[in-house]
């Protein structure tokens, strides 16, 4: 298993661009999940998916659209990037059955100038 | 999430244990307690998590006091590479495996 697979592992955008950053899991579950890391600080949660078709609204949403069309994808697209978007991205997924373990892919750093 | 309360830093010398303390004083009967650790700007990595009684994995063990308002995260034998950020998190029950990370306790392992 390659567990969570995220891409592009860097990428600098001009402000106003956009981007999707891809995350795929090969482990069959149903929750997958996108947070951001800024420097020295812990993750915030921007969208959540419980199954294929459902997304939802996580902690800081705006400016960041979601799809869910398969169970294996979850890819993150930022509309018109802000300098304030400049973070580490990840990805996570798990099994949804209240164990709690996410299994998180490597990150992706993005750069807004 | 129940609040959950960390030291900022700690210090562990290597082949020392590392008892990495958490405080969740409002955590309710039924939520678990999850720790997970971040190396270096790596993806966070599940540890172990528990809810009442003691836990013990290859990785470390938590000890969940008795009023389940505070834990400790063991890890026996601490190396350099256990050299990270530690957080403890005591998610609602509703929460759907949504997951708040926090600051975190950053542990240095030094030789």
């Known amino acids: 298993n390659a567990g969570v697979t995220q891409t592009p592992k860097f990428r600098i955008l001009k402000i106003g661009q956009s981007m999707t950053l891809q995350c795929a899991q090969d482990?069959?579950?149903?929750?997958m999940y996108w947070y951001r890391q800024d420097p020295g600080m812990g993750l915030k949660l921007i969208y959540y998916?419980?199954?294929?078709?459902?997304?939802d609204k996580g902690e800081v949403p705006n400016g960041y659209n979601v799809s869910r069309s398969t169970t294996e994808d979850f890819p993150l697209r930022l509309e018109l990037a802000a300098p304030s978007q400049t973070s580490v991205y990840f990805c996570?997924?798990?099994?949804?059955?209240?164990?709690?373990?996410?299994?998180f892919g490597e990150g992706s750093r993005l750069t807004v100038l | 999430d129940a609040k959950t309360t960390q030291p900022p830093s700690m210090d562990c010398a290597e082949g020392r244990a590392a008892n990495l303390p958490c405080n969740h004083s409002t955590i309710s009967g039924n939520e678990y307690v999850y720790w997970y650790r971040q190396i270096h700007s790596q993806g966070p990595q599940y540890i172990i998590h528990?809810?009442?009684n003691n836990e013990t994995n290859e990785m470390a063990s938590l000890i969940i006091t008795e009023d389940r308002k505070s834990s400790t995260l063991i890890l026996p034998h601490a190396t350099l590479r256990d050299t990270a950020v530690y957080y403890c998190?005591?998610?609602?029950?509703?929460?759907?495996?949504?997951?708040?990370f926090g600051g975190g306790t950053r542990l240095m392992v030094k030789p």
């Open positions: 998190i005591a998610p609602p029950t509703n929460a759907g495996n949504m997951l708040t």
């Open positions: 528990g809810l009442k």
């Open positions: 998916s419980v199954g294929a078709g459902i997304t």
């Open positions: 996570a997924s798990s099994y949804g059955d209240g164990t709690g373990e996410l299994f």
């Open positions: 482990m069959n579950h149903n929750y």
